[in-house]
C-alpha cells in the first residue's frame, strides 16, 4: 500500500468552514498527489507536489491550497469549504517499477 | 477533447468468462503509458497493469491483458476466466511524456464490471 494513510477518513461540515486533509506517507517518496472522484468523472487531479514546498496544480485545483513542510505529509486545504467539494479525495504516491501511483484509502468529505 | 475515453458505464459478464474493457486515448507525445486501475466497492485503488507506448509487445499480469492497438489509440483491459471478485469499477489512465516520478495521470471515467453466476 505504500505506506500511505489518510485522515479523517469521514468529514461532514458546513459550507463556508475551512477543511484540512491529511496525507501521510512513511516510505519517503517524493512525489505526492492529490485527486478527488466524483461519479462520472473518474479522478481528477488537484495538486500535486514535487517535493518538500514544491507543489503545483492540477486540473481542478479552484477552492483548495496544498501544503508540503515535510516529506511524509501532503496537506490538502479547502479554505471555504462548498457544496460542490463533497467528494472523494484519494492522496497518491509515485511508485512501483512503472512509476504507478499508489493511492491512499480516500477521504469522504460531504459539505452541508 | 478527452484524453482518456470509457465508452463502456457497465458490464456484465458470466463468471469463468473473458471481458474486454474498452480504452480509447488521445495524445500527441509520442512517449506516454497507460494503466489500469481496480476499483471495488470497498474503495480502494488498485493498480493492474501498465503498458508503455514503446513497448513492442502487450502487457500481461496473471489473468489481466492489455490489448494495446498504437495506431487506433486503444488499449483495452482483457480479464480472462472472470470471478465474482473481478465486481468493480475499472479506471484507465494516462501519462504523457516519458516515465519519471513525477509524471501525473489523466483518468477515464471507469467501467462497471459485474460478474455473474
Known amino acids: 500500500d505504500a505506506g500511505i494513510t489518510q485522515s479523517p477518513r469521514h468529514k461532514v461540515t458546513e459550507t463556508g468552514t475551512p477543511v484540512t486533509l491529511r496525507c501521510h506517507q512513511t516510505?519517503?517518496?517524493?512525489?505526492m498527489y492529490w485527486y478527488r472522484q466524483d461519479p462520472g468523472h473518474g479522478l481528477r487531479l488537484i495538486h500535486y507536489s514535487y517535493g518538500v514546498k514544491d507543489t503545483d496544480k492540477g486540473e481542478v485545483s479552484d477552492g483548495y491550497s496544498v501544503s508540503r513542510s515535510k516529506t511524509e505529509d501532503f496537506l490538502l486545504t479547502l479554505e471555504s469549504a462548498t457544496s460542490s467539494q463533497t467528494s472523494v479525495y484519494f492522496c497518491?504516491?509515485?511508485?512501483?517499477?512503472?512509476?504507478?501511483?499508489?493511492f491512499g484509502p480516500g477521504t469522504r468529505l460531504t459539505v452541508l | 477533447a478527452q484524453k482518456i475515453t470509457q465508452t463502456q458505464p457497465g458490464m456484465f459478464v458470466q463468471e469463468k468468462e473473458a471481458v474486454t474493457l474498452d480504452c480509447t486515448y488521445d495524445?500527441?507525445?509520442?512517449?506516454?503509458?497507460l494503466f489500469w486501475y481496480k476499483q471495488p466497492s470497498s474503495g480502494e485503488m488498485i493498480f493492474l497493469i501498465y503498458?508503455?507506448?514503446?513497448?513492442?509487445q502487450n502487457a500481461t499480469e496473471g489473468r489481466y491483458s492489455l490489448n494495446f492497438q498504437k495506431a487506433r489509440k486503444s488499449a483495452n483491459l482483457v480479464i480472462s476466466a472472470s470471478q465474482l471478485g473481478d465486481s468493480a469499477m475499472y479506471f484507465c489512465?494516462?501519462?504523457?511524456?516519458?516515465?519519471?516520478?513525477?509524471?501525473?495521470?489523466?483518468f477515464g471515467t471507469g467501467t462497471q464490471l459485474k460478474v455473474e453466476l
Open positions: 497518491a504516491v509515485t511508485s512501483g517499477d512503472y512509476n504507478e501511483q499508489f
Open positions: 489512465a494516462m501519462r504523457e511524456g516519458p516515465a519519471g516520478g513525477g509524471n501525473k495521470l489523466t
Open positions: 516510505e519517503n517518496h517524493r512525489y
Open positions: 495524445t500527441s507525445d509520442p512517449s506516454y503509458g
Open positions: 503498458q508503455g507506448s514503446y513497448d513492442q
